[in-house]
Every structure is written in C-alpha cells, then in structure tokens.
C-alpha cells in the first residue's frame, strides 16, 4: 500500500500521505512476477516505459507492507530511471543509503494531506514548509536547488516508524503536496482523505509540478493506469 510521499509526523501537521484504509492480499495460489511483484494478472511489466527523471526519488517500504496488489512502490522505481526502493525499518544516513555523498538539506520528504497551520498553504502544488509546519519564506529558492524527494510506503502505523526511527529524515525539506485530482484508485481502495493518493502519482505529481511540465505526470502514470483497469476487470469477473 502506500505512503507515499513522505509523510511528516509533527504535532501540527495532519501527518500522512497516501495509504490505504484497506490491504489487499494476493492469493498463495496466484503465481507473481518477480519483476513488478504483481499477480499475474495484474502484471504491468509490458506497460512500463521508464521516464528520465531529474529529480530523484527515494522510497523507504517497510518490511511489513503487504499490500502488493494494488501497492504502487516497485512500479514507480521501474517507471523512474533516477529512483530507488529500500526494504527496512532504519538506515544511518540518507547519503548511507544512496551510497553516495548528499547533502540531505537538498532533499525533500514529501507528506500528502492538508497541512493545519496557522498560516494558509501556497496555491502551488509543492510548498516548503517550516518545523512549525508554515510556508517558508523562500519557496523558488529551495525548490530550485532540490535535488531529491524521499517516499514512505506502507500504512499509518508503518510510516510512523520508518519516520521516527531515522532521524536524519529532520534535516530535510518538508513539503506538502496537493494533487491535481482525486487518486486513479478510486473505488478499489478506500483513502481516510480526498488527498490520499498512490506512491506512485505523489512521485509523478512532484515531479510534473517542479519541472512545470504536466506531461510528465501522463507518462509517468501510464502503467498504473493499466494496473488499475485490470485489477477493475478482475475484480468484476
């Protein structure tokens, strides 16, 4: 299932992004694909056409996450050239991660919903916010030199963990995202919020609003839509 984007837990933030009220479980029966870890008929390995992405994306899954049906996290990294997916509850550093030397004031964690604050959210879809959860007074500044967007995928409680177990994630760049439309999911997955949407259309959403490019979105979002008319076939079957 996911969180998707990252999700900041601080006492005036309604802190969470995207998970599902719901899992979804595939039968034991059901052969999956190794590669997009998908049952079978739901398998959307023919659909990916992976997007050269700048900004790069980082989803941390925790080990628990079950839902693999209509989970996004696998298929947003195979859709993004310039991502990665950690499995696990702690990491040392971002840069431990990436294996590389980052400067994680660069990046952004990422949370979906409608931030309460005492000061009203920007109308643009990516807004920076402070530890006190307010837009920060240099919104063009920051997101022109971000380099990087960190996701958690899995529910409430799991994402919660990830979050409070590597607190490197404090030296990042707390965004808050509002999607441009209610998630593809529709009825298939039940959202505690209008703005729970998948990882993967917080990732395309994120990275279409940075590069002012909407088509980004499509191409990225191309191969969960597949997902979703089948798993809709499927399930009317």
């Known amino acids: 299932m996911l969180i998707s984007a990252i999700l900041m837990f601080m006492p005036s933030i309604g802190c969470y992004i995207s998970s599902a009220m719901t899992t979804h479980t595939a039968s034991p029966d059901i052969e999956t694909c190794p590669n997009c870890e998908k049952p079978q008929p739901l ?4 659909s990916v056409k992976p997007t050269d992405n700048d900004l790069f994306v980082l989803i941390l899954r925790h080990p628990q996450e079950q839902d693999r049906e209509l989970g996004t996290a696998k298929l947003t990294t195979m859709q993004l050239q310039n991502s990665m997916l950690k499995t696990g509850l702690s990491w040392p550093s971002l840069s431990k991660i990436l294996g590389r030397t980052v400067d994680p004031k660069r990046w952004g964690v990422l949370y979906l919903g409608t931030a309460k604050s005492s000061v009203p959210l920007l109308k643009q879809p990516v807004t ?19 380099e990087g967007i960190i996701l958690l995928d899995g529910n409430w409680s799991q994402a919660k963990a990830l979050w409070w177990r590597n607190a490197w994630l404090l030296k990042c760049m707390r965004l808050v995202l509002k999607p441009p439309q209610p998630s593809l999911y529709g009825h298939l997955r039940r959202e505690p ?5 998948s990882t993967i259309e917080a990732a395309a959403y994120t990275i279409a609003a940075l590069a002012d490019d909407d088509s980004l979105a499509e191409n990225i979002l191309m191969p969960f839509s597949s997902l979703i008319a089948k798993a809709k076939s499927t399930k009317k079957k």
């Open 43 to 46: 398998c959307i390995c023919d």
């Open 193 to 197: 919020r209008r703005e729970s949407v």
């Open 128 to 146: 920076v916010l402070t530890r006190k959860g307010n837009p920060s007074e240099n919104q063009d500044k920051q997101l022109e030199h971000i």
